[in-house]
């Protein structure tokens, strides 16, 4: 993927040992967007599937070594059943062989749930695990959830994903 490219034009649905190595390839690399991988590996449904729905691409100038990534918007089911929301900077060579979402009907219910589901953030500080750094239950890192900057169309997609 070349910088002229625009951003990818699919959703992908991963499961949740993908997600762990997708959270740990960002963690090494020190992307913005991004959770602890300790955090997912523990609130993750081992069995769950979880959603990537690029949103804009993302560059580190200060770090012209690293490759931009794809940001993008992430459905995550938790253990107890709980679905959150959060970012996460993915690398072009790890997005790509993705499996990709090809239900349209599918790609609408990730919509609607990535518009109307908590952040990480937010489902932290509601269980009341997210008062603190440094704490048992601190917020992961990348914890801090962004709106994207693509606002979705008409079928509820972000910059015209597919699938």
């Not at 048992?136 to 972000?158: S, Y």
Request: with cysteine; aromatic share 4%.
């Amino acid at each position: 993927m070349h910088a002229d490219q625009p951003v990818p034009r699919e959703v992908k649905v991963i499961d949740s040992a993908s997600l762990v190595r997708l959270e740990q390839r960002a963690y090494e690399l020190s992307l913005n967007q991004r959770l602890d991988p300790g955090w997912v590996r523990a609130n993750v449904a081992p069995d769950g599937a979880h959603y990537l729905w690029p949103a804009v691409w993302n560059s580190l100038p200060h770090r012209p070594d690293v490759p931009r990534q794809v940001r993008c918007e992430l459905l995550i089911t938790l253990r107890a059943g709980d679905r959150v929301m959060s970012l996460l900077d993915v690398l072009p060579d790890d997005f790509t062989p993705l499996p990709r979402l090809t239900s349209r009907q599918k790609g609408m219910e990730v919509s609607q749930l990535l518009d109307s589901v908590p952040s990480v953030r937010e489902w932290l500080l509601r269980e009341g695990e997210g008062e603190g750094e440094g704490e048992a239950g601190a917020l992961p890192a990348g914890g801090c959830v962004q709106q994207p900057a693509e606002p979705r169309d008409a079928d509820g997609r972000a910059g015209g994903a597919e699938w």
